[in-house]
């Protein structure tokens, strides 16, 4: 080990080393990143301008939004620079402090989804007493506890990270300083950070999973004996948004932390990745808007306003 460098930055090998695609690259996630920011921008704009939405279910898309904002600039800023840089470097210390950041936001997003599925299932499997079980202060304390529990998950796999040493080689193949790419490089043991970092994620990441699950299993079976057609329709229709958002973030990145390592390559790593981390914040804010009849209605009138003002 004292005859050994020890590695000060990081080069990310990213998804491509040749020029042209890389340009290619930085466009299609240029664009990306632009339609992630407008487009939760102005869900939290709507969310706000419109007292209609001043809902507890709009109150946690509000959160979630931010969450996503969060989310995709944590990896695609730096992203977008390696697109247009010779050389790719990260420093070791920038590496973990964007696996902290990339940590805490996937934790947040995941109970801010789970306290969003309590929240239907409180509407629509309880709907007498749902503006007590839904009061504000109850959503403070459940979009807090999202946050706290994101920190905490994130502070733990990262006092464990600043245990590893790292002596070469300091090239990742990845795009972004996520835990497992950040594990390869090391130098020392990383059965403790591997066996944390599963510990937590299935505490975690089941905990949020069953919550959510039990939630949808309840509105599914009261969404099963509405008598009506059209009542069964409308109860389903305010939920079936938040199913297509969670079953798009949980599957890519269950699959990516439980497949084999016989399974695992560069290329599926980075799908997946891409998927979770970046795909998933576009996504958000289009299924919620494309499928949600209130948030259309309210952005047609604030547009409306605007096209009056003009």
């Known amino acids: 080990m004292k005859n050994q460098t020890t590695v000060t930055e990081f080069i990310l090998l990213g998804l491509s080393s040749d020029p042209q695609k890389q340009i290619l690259l930085f466009l299609v996630f240029l664009i990306i990143y632009l339609i ?66 990339f940590i805490l936001s996937a934790g947040a997003e995941i109970f801010i989804l789970s306290a969003m599925a309590y929240d239907r299932y409180a509407a629509i499997c309880d709907p007498s007493h749902y503006v007590q079980t839904m009061s504000k202060v109850i959503c403070v304390q459940l979009v807090s506890g999202a946050w706290t529990m994101g920190f905490f998950y994130a502070l733990i796999n990262t006092v464990f990270a600043l245990t590893l040493q790292f002596c070469g080689p300091n090239q990742i193949s990845h795009f972004s300083c996520e835990l497992l790419p950040l594990l390869q490089p090391s130098c020392t043991d990383t059965l403790i950070n591997e066996v944390v970092l599963l510990t937590f994620a299935v505490v975690f990441g089941s905990s949020s999973f069953i919550l959510t699950l039990i939630s949808f299993i309840h509105i599914i079976s009261t969404i099963l004996r509405i008598r009506s057609a059209e009542g069964r329709h409308k109860a389903f229709s305010t ?5 297509i958002v ?24 980075e799908i997946f990745s891409i998927q979770y981390s970046i795909l998933t914040s576009m996504l958000n804010p289009i299924v919620y808007s494309l499928k949600n009849k209130e948030m259309k209605i309210a952005l047609r009138n604030i547009l409306g306003k605007f096209r009056f003002l003009s």
């Open 239 to 243: 939920c079936s948004s938040h199913l």
């Open 246 to 269: 969670v079953g798009l973030l949980y599957v890519t990145a269950f699959l990516q932390y439980t497949k084999p390592s016989s399974v695992s390559s560069v290329v599926l790593d």
């Open 36 to 101: 992630t920011l407008g487009s939760n921008i102005v869900i939290m704009v709507v969310i706000r301008a419109d007292s209609h939405l001043h809902t507890p279910m709009y109150f946690f898309l509000f959160h979630l939004s931010f969450v996503d904002i969060c989310y995709a600039s944590v990896t695609l800023p730096k992203m977008l620079m390696n697109f247009l840089e010779e050389h790719k470097t990260i420093s070791v210390y920038g590496c973990i402090a964007q696996m902290f950041l």
